[in-house]
């Protein structure tokens, strides 16, 4: 009877254990497929700004804690900045600037090894700054270092544990598994951002010099940017035809290159001849950016900014209907510039009589709905701030 | 005796079956933490070729199988093309090209759904013509779509379970998790190329539409970008030298857009005033480029392509030990490429002639080691094949 008891014992010890195995087995593979997911989610963007978003909800997410935080290192300061999802507490820590080697996350980017600290109350490295000024709590954290080829570039932090549980090392491990693919996912963005950037003030760099070629126009393309772009916060664009803008607009006088510089300088106004040489830039723009394949969404807005509504424009002369947004925006911004700055043969109108000249010429020359974001943009400033 | 018996049978099986899930559990993170190796090496390159590589290795490493095998969609003609990794006789894989729908990779680029063939020989769908050619034989094989945003852009293929082992559909599922970070990072890496195409591009059609204001240097740009890359590859330089390198010949003579209409296109030769404006290009050129940030390393090959070893050049007048050897190496593909065309006061060298020249002055005009590197781009062909 007592070798039956026994056994019957056993039984049930290893049923309860098999029974135990199989569930952490499961939840190990849930986490792991959780993690595959959000990998899959943080590399799937090459918006900066995204990514860092993403990454603090995976954390949450993967550790089943209160809050995922991330720190980054800035390379000329050597300080760590916050980026928060703490709702509008979150601003204020995110002003926080912690030196390498101060507080939890400084300790973690000095060392470049992974803190468990399963009370912070006890721990003297914790940085109290940022709970108080955004009146939260930290109780248990994970700290973990954000590395590109053994290159320090921030850390991850999970924060509080739900549920009553604590963290522990096994989630250390699979924090670091997230960690690493955050650090990835954050470096490629920088990198296509830096591309974009090195690309767009290429541009700009060449077009301000082609632009120098007519000392009278110091800036103009520079402010056209400026004014399309303010122009468009107040339009319904998409993002990417923003960008699309941003980039016609930088180029939408590229064309001037071809002509020549009797004409371009010329101080006296121009003849029929030199006036129809000059009414080409458009064409010639495009000829020269024609063979860039992935500038195909950006040649119309250079071709058709001298287009006008009622058709009268040049070089294609269409109508409104036929001229893309894109165009009749940097149409507007150019005819505003060209006005409030000063020509040889002309003194500069202010800007309370270019905007009648532009009210005039409204839903003849001009699209309404443009000329309307642009009085937008003038009177909320955004015109001379973006 | 007999319920002794039968509880002991079940003691056995119980801990066999524990052992067994234990084994079972351990294998599966092993698996897990593989795949967030293999996505974080993926994810780690924006080079579409590496990346392309890395995703077979991470196939055939993950499956544990023979081989692994992508196929990429061609938008164009919507065919799959094969990127496979076996070695001499893949080579003649590569060139096969299947439709949409032909064949089992065909089938799942079709229907968007993974396929578990056990046995392809039972299979009709299996197309032969690539194991014919590469004398392998597939036995079984995963296959599984690539996906971007619902888009199919590709499938992904693992062949021949090794260890007497057959796939199952545990495998598949790791298999699409692993298939879907392989799209990611072909896709983040084709974004990045586009880019980078489009900037190099764009630079390309600016300094192509500066240089066109003198009428006698048509191409010269495109040649000394050319002649540039093929003496680079004789040289021992880093990939992300020679990137600095195209950059900088496509951007060597940008300053010239600074210069006066009747010096640059004057017919006759220039006196001392005219060529002292002329040689300011590259000090232009640099004025022009120094705020973009990421052209750092760019502008010292174009401010110094006119200066010469023995320090008689300009604009600075820096003695060779001072010439970055980026500007060594445009100095000469510039100088073959001007002795080599017209110009309205002399006529070209021929070939044999410039290089006599380039000889001539090797050494004290020229970098030895570059000239020597461009005699050996001559003779391969190089030069106008680049």
Same mark, same amino acid.
């Given at each position: 009877m007592e070798e039956t008891h026994d056994n019957l014992t056993r039984i049930r010890q290893l049923e309860k254990e098999l029974a135990q195995t199989i569930r952490k087995s499961e939840k190990k593979i849930k986490q792991f497929t959780t993690l595959s997911d959000l990998n899959a989610l943080l590399n799937s963007s090459l918006d900066q700004e995204e990514v860092r978003e993403m990454a603090m909800e995976a954390a949450t997410k993967l550790m089943n804690c209160e809050v995922g935080s991330l720190l980054l290192l800035d390379n000329d300061s050597n300080e760590l900045y916050f980026e928060v999802a703490l709702g509008e507490k979150g601003e204020e820590v995110k002003r926080i600037r912690l030196n390498v080697g101060e507080g939890i996350g400084g300790w973690v980017a000095m060392h470049g090894k992974p803190l468990l600290i399963p009370d912070v109350s006890k721990d003297p490295r914790h940085f109290t700054k940022a709970d108080?000024?955004?009146?939260?709590?930290?109780?248990?954290i994970l700290c973990v270092p954000l590395k590109i080829k053994d290159k320090i570039i921030g850390v991850l932090e999970a924060v509080n544990k739900l549920d009553g549980e604590v963290f522990d090392e096994k989630d250390l491990e699979l924090f670091q598994l997230l960690a690493n693919q955050v650090a990835i996912a954050?470096?490629?963005?920088?990198?296509y951002e830096e591309l974009q950037e090195t690309f767009l003030q290429t541009a700009e760099a060449l077009t301000d010099a082609?632009?120098?070629r007519d000392p009278y126009t110091g800036g103009h393309t520079k402010r056209?940017?400026?004014y399309s772009t303010a122009i468009a916060k107040y339009l319904n664009i998409p993002p990417s035809e923003k960008e699309c803008l941003k980039i016609s607009a930088i180029l939408h006088d590229v064309g001037k290159i071809g002509i020549e510089?009797?004409?371009?300088r010329k101080r006296s106004k121009l003849n029929e001849n030199e006036?129809?040489?000059?009414?080409?830039?458009?064409?010639?723009?495009? %000829?020269?950016?024609?063979?860039?394949? +992935?500038?195909? !969404?950006?040649?119309?807005?250079?071709?058709?900014?001298?287009?006008?509504?009622?058709?009268?424009?040049?070089?294609?002369?269409?109508?409104g209907s036929k001229i893309p947004l894109i165009a009749k925006i940097i149409a507007v911004a150019d005819a505003f510039d060209a006005m409030t700055t000063d020509r040889p043969y002309r003194k500069a109108l202010d800007n309370n009589n270019a905007i009648? %000249?532009?009210?005039?010429?409204?839903? +003849?020359?001009? !699209?309404?709905?443009v000329v309307n974001g642009f009085f937008k943009a003038y009177s909320s400033g955004d015109i001379f701030n973006s």
């Open positions: 108080e000024k955004s009146d939260f709590i930290t109780r248990d954050i470096d490629n963005a920088r990198l082609i632009e120098k056209v940017v400026r510089d009797v004409i371009l006036s129809n040489e000059m009414k080409k830039h458009p064409i010639l723009g495009h %000829e020269i950016l024609e063979k860039v394949t +992935r500038l195909r !969404d950006v040649i119309p807005g250079m071709r058709y900014h001298h287009e006008r509504l009622d058709g009268k424009g040049y070089p294609d002369g269409i109508d009648k %000249e532009l009210k005039r010429c409204s839903g +003849r020359q001009f !699209d309404k709905e």
